[in-house]
């Protein structure tokens, strides 16, 4: 079948909710991807934040074939090891004490919205129900994601949306104090905003957001589904900040393409959550468990982190010397943590870290 039939396919039978590229993509390799007439792509969008490991790893390849031909699936009422060590894993790496799995972005976020609902219950009776997120951030399209998600185009067609939710300027410390108070159950921030422009949280908002949850007995959500794991050249993009959340989620290149999802809590929230509280089929399954062990390990590497701070700094330097109109804007974090940043126009020389 070559690629206009796949297209015309997609146009009958396909829902129509993505402005595809008028291209069928057949196989990658590394940073390659290839169409159905071999035309080679350098791809720059990596599914979106997804295929960290690049287009057909060998490593990848070979675990998936292991695990896929031992166990695929048990659902959650059976033990299986990889579960389990990838649990202690991204604990071993992180804030965290213990590990919720779920499916995707989203779902990370919408268990992270459920368990600060129930903790804050729990903890300080009903009543404390109140959700603050940032203007520019992007949480996921479930009903309570969405919620999060303060784009007019997002959400208009599907309120009402769950209640209780407000929005505050991103990186505005003083605002965000005028927004969260004894009825704060929960902050979500993105330690770097992805759809909304990839605008850094500057370490003293993080650490104002930490301080006024502190204060009102809050949980500080951070949303790394797309900024985590590596992507900054620290394993978590909230390591420069200095400060550590109550909650993170996790997702998009957890699994190596694979569709995984992880709320990460420590045990004062996970304390709170019993037996039934939340679920789902598929989540945590032995193979796409087993293949994030090997993502998590490689990405975490410090070599690994190292080189994607001198590729990220060195694309960098060399997009802002290019001078092109095209390029509008640029920033990335200083060793310092401090957001270096520059504007079509400056005459400044390249960024340095
Ligand atoms: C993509 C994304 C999500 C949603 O993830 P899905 O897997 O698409 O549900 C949530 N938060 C951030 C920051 C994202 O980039």
């Not at 390659?32 to 990596?46: E, R, S, W």
């Not at 965000?176 to 990839?198: K, L, M, N, S």
């Not at 400060?243 to 929230?269: F, H, N, Q, R, S």
């Amino acid at each position: 079948m070559n690629g206009h039939d796949t297209i015309a396919l997609e146009k009958q039978y396909v829902v129509q909710t993505y402005p595809r590229a008028p291209f069928v993509l057949t196989h990658g390799e590394g940073v390659i991807v290839y169409d159905a007439g071999g035309k080679p792509y350098l791809d720059f969008v990596a599914g979106i934040a997804v295929n960290a490991l690049g287009h057909a790893d060998p490593e990848i390849g070979q675990v998936i074939a292991e695990q896929a031909g031992r166990l695929i699936h048990t659902c959650n009422l059976y033990h299986t090891a990889p579960q389990a060590e990838l649990a202690r894993d991204l604990c071993a790496k992180s804030f965290a004490d213990r590990v919720y799995f779920c499916n995707s972005g989203a779902e990370a976020i919408e268990a992270a919205i459920k368990f600060a609902r129930k903790a804050a219950r729990v903890r300080y009776g009903p009543g404390k129900t109140g959700v603050v997120a940032f203007h520019g951030a992007f949480h996921g399209r479930t009903m309570g994601a969405l919620a999060l998600t303060a784009r007019e185009k997002y959400q208009a067609p599907y309120r009402p949306l769950m209640p209780d939710v407000t929005f505050a300027p991103f990186n505005d410390a003083e605002a965000a104090a005028r927004v969260i108070g004894p009825d704060t159950c929960a902050v979500f921030v993105e330690p770097i905003q992805g759809e909304g422009g990839i605008n850094p949280a500057q370490p003293a908002f993080l650490q104002a957001l930490r301080a006024l949850c502190d204060r009102y007995g809050a949980f500080l959500v951070f949303d790394e589904v797309q900024c985590g794991m590596g992507r900054s050249g620290h394993l978590w993009a909230h390591e420069p900040g200095g400060v550590t959340p109550d909650m993170m989620a996790l997702a998009k290149p957890l699994a190596g393409g694979l569709p995984i999802g992880a709320t990460l809590v420590t045990e004062a929230v996970a304390s709170t959550l019993e037996v039934g509280d939340h679920g789902s089929t598929f989540a945590g399954g032995p193979l796409v468990t087993r293949v994030a062990q090997v993502v998590l390990a490689r990405v975490s590497a410090p070599a690994f982190l190292a080189h994607v701070r001198e590729v990220g700094g060195y694309l960098m330097d060399e997009l802002r010397a290019l001078k092109s109109p095209h390029i509008k804007e640029g920033a990335r974090r200083g060793a310092d943590g401090r957001r270096r940043a520059w504007r079509r126009g400056d005459q400044a020389g390249p960024c340095r870290v």
